[in-house]
């Protein structure tokens, strides 16, 4: 059992910056890929970022790829979400997830979620 606490949302202009966290609780949270998603009013649930259990790879959703960065520290079991250049577009609950899938871009796969943390960007 694995349970996700994020933080770290907020309102930010555009172009700034942000850093969410992911809490997780477990002995085991080394061995569970994490993701970030995200949902915006009115629109599906999407895929943001991933990092794998092993070997830290790292999976962007292509409209994130040179502003977002995840990582991890297993020794805190805590994941991480730094945001930079965030644009409007970027306004969304944010969530984390864990899995022990390999496939870390699909929603579905992901076992444990956190309750969100709201990221808003104005203009």
Do not use: H
């Not at 992911?22 to 085991?28: F, L």
């Not at 949270?29 to 259990?53: L, T």
């Not at 944010?94 to 990221?119: D, F, H, K, M, P």
């Amino acid at each position: 059992q694995v349970q996700l606490v994020e933080s770290g949302g907020g309102l930010v202009q555009a172009g700034g910056s942000l850093r969410l966290s992911c809490a997780a609780s477990g002995r085991t949270f080394s061995s569970y890929g994490m993701g970030w998603f995200r949902q915006a009013p009115g629109k599906e649930r999407e895929f943001v970022a991933a990092i794998s259990w092993i070997g830290g790879i790292t999976y962007y959703t292509d409209s994130v790829k040179g502003r977002f960065t995840i990582s991890r520290d297993n020794a805190k079991n805590t994941a991480y979400l730094q945001m930079d250049i965030l644009k409007p577009e970027d306004t969304a609950a944010y969530y984390c997830a864990a899995t022990r899938s390999l496939e870390l871009r699909v929603a579905i796969n992901y076992g444990y979620w956190g309750q969100g943390t709201q990221v808003t960007v104005s203009s």
